[in-house]
């Protein structure tokens, strides 16, 4: 079974701390993506990565940024989270049939 | 900018009939669409993708339909069940040098009466 994996599904950090989200998946794609979920928004795409060490802006890169040190393993970094950023987050990885994986979500509330 | 849009934020359908969700995009250059179920507390779950050079596809109850002219996707679900009440949304994908860059919809959420 394809699995993508968030560490952590709900975590309440405080405003200004600096959070990492971090992203597995064992299936050796290139393409991984992190998105945030807000209702009525849907689904926007904040940073994406078609290969270790690259990286690409989505829709709604600011404020965050992102890591790809090894092929597995996708990082979204909030360098000083602010209460804006209260969301859930959704990484995902693409194989080359273009069938998208996604985690099971990461609920962040900062106070 | 370019988006994907969906038409109906949500839409109430009675046990057994069929849904009609849909969708509208403004990229010509997307190839690839899919649409995706998520339910409460999950992350969204594949259902059915076509490809730009095909009209339609049909899954097990589900058929999507893509009318390239009007720049329009329609998700079908034949006999609803409640286990279809979920938030569903479409999504394209754009090959670029970048590559694939996957963009959604706002999601429609069905709600199926017993």
């Known amino acids: 079974d394809v699995k993508v994996t968030q560490s952590s599904r709900y975590l309440v950090k405080r405003t200004g701390e600096k959070v990492f989200l971090e992203c597995v998946q064992d299936?050796?794609?290139?393409?991984m993506f992190w998105y945030r979920q807000d209702p009525g928004l849907g689904l926007r795409l904040i940073y994406f990565?078609?290969?270790?060490?690259?990286?690409e802006k989505g829709d709604i890169p600011e404020g965050y940024s992102v890591s790809r040190e090894k092929k597995e393993r996708f990082s979204l970094i909030l360098e000083s989270a602010s209460t804006n950023q209260t969301s859930m987050y959704l990484c995902?990885?693409?194989?080359?049939?273009?069938?998208?994986?996604f985690g099971e979500g990461s609920w962040l509330t900062v106070v | 900018g370019e988006s994907v849009g969906l038409h109906l934020p949500t839409l109430s359908v009675q046990e057994g009939d069929n849904s009609i969700i849909n969708c509208a995009y403004s990229?010509?250059?997307?190839?690839?669409f899919i649409w995706y179920k998520q339910e409460s507390g999950k992350g969204p779950q594949f259902i059915i993708d076509i490809r730009s050079n095909m009209d339609k596809r049909q899954g097990q109850r589900v058929t999507v339909l893509l009318n390239k002219t009007v720049k329009h996707l329609s998700l079908q679900i034949a006999a609803t069940q409640p286990g279809d009440s979920a938030v569903y949304f479409c999504?394209?994908?754009?090959?670029?040098?970048?590559?694939?860059?996957?963009?959604f919809g706002g999601g429609t959420r069905l709600m199926v009466k017993p």
């Open positions: 299936m050796d794609h290139e393409n």
């Open positions: 999504a394209e994908n754009r090959a670029n040098n970048a590559g694939n860059m996957l963009t």
């Open positions: 990565s078609y290969d270790v060490k690259m990286k």
């Open positions: 995902a990885s693409l194989n080359r049939g273009n069938t998208i994986y």
């Open positions: 990229n010509s250059a997307s190839d690839y």
